[in-house]
């Protein structure tokens, strides 16, 4: 039983290859995604990279420190190929589920809660669509998504750590726009496959598990979706980044018009009726002040995460992206966003 928020991290880069985390992974091959880097290096080659990359970037030390800073849960994207051979349509990207595993293991050891993550992004035209074959067409391979959630969830859902499954990553909803309608995976298709998965999970898995179900950018399209007494345990996943954000001033005042979007965004998820978490935030600022010092920009962004975590205060869940990157990022490497937080703040 829940007893407390999830306030966690999320695990990016580690069973998922992102090259913003471990830049080192794609150096050499010129490469920005997966597909091109083992295009770029051969099949073999790729194959050691991720493995070597999978065994030496979390450890059971991550987790132990993950939870003495005060977190208790993690968010762990994992990719659709993650059994392999075993399918779905087994292709050449490494599977991972023994490291799947083992973030159980590590997880359970120190009392945190695992949130499998189903990296596949509906919509999208990234790296994350592009490893699913007929990518084009999510009528296509929906039906790999399902019973690649149904492996995931007979394989977890005993697990003491097992807090549910959310069942996409960065989904993109078309949207119409006067006489024009943006690229994107219609909604009417993107609700039907959360109904399906909801199903998959609650055959699997009973009625206590989460299924989380991303909003796909479009926090106003989900009005009285799944929240009748017929569903149990959904929430809707809500990712807010702004630091791409235009801002028409600096310091505290632009902050606080961040911070504002946010609960606006946040108000507008939560007319669905629906519990809302936001499962990816970060620290980072869309401007840098040159008349700024380094310590009056710390001071900043200090100001900046106290007041997305009370913007988030009603939320039944957060997860910071993400635990850690390789050039320990500043705003997006909790290790070193949120290294001067008390650890009764992230509670």
Known sequence: MQIRAFHGVNLSGWLTLDSWV???????????????LMASVGRHRYQELVERHREGFMSQSDFTQIASRGFNAVRLPIPWYAFGQQGPEPGPYV???THVDNAFD???????GVLPVLA??????????????????????????????????????????FLGIEVADDPVAQTR?????????????LRNYYRDAYDTVRTIAGGDALVVLPDAGRPEAWRSFMAQDAYRNVWLDCHLFHHTDHVDASGPSAVRG????????????????????????????????????????IALARVYVSEQLTAFARCPGWFFQTWKTSGRLVGWDARVALATFERRMLT
């Open 177 to 189: 726009r006067g006489f024009t309608v943006t690229d994107g995976v219609p909604l009417h298709l």
């Open 22 to 36: 471990t830049p080192e992974l794609f150096a050499d091959s010129g490469a920005l995604d997966e597909p091109t």
């Open 258 to 297: 961040l911070v504002d979007k946010s609960r606006a965004y946040l108000d507008k998820a939560r007319r669905s009726g629906l519990p809302t978490m936001v499962g990816k935030w970060s620290a980072s600022l869309p401007y840098a002040d040159a008349m700024m010092t380094p310590e009056g920009q």
């Open 95 to 97: 599977g991972c589920v």
């Open 106 to 112: 590590w997880a359970e050891e120190v009392g945190l």
């Open 120 to 161: 596949v992004s509906p919509g999208a035209p990234s790296e994350a669509s592009s490893l699913v074959r007929n990518q084009g067409d999510f009528k296509a391979y929906r039906e790999d998504l399902l019973n690649v959630i149904a492996a995931l969830t007979k394989r977890y859902a005993t697990r003491i750590g």
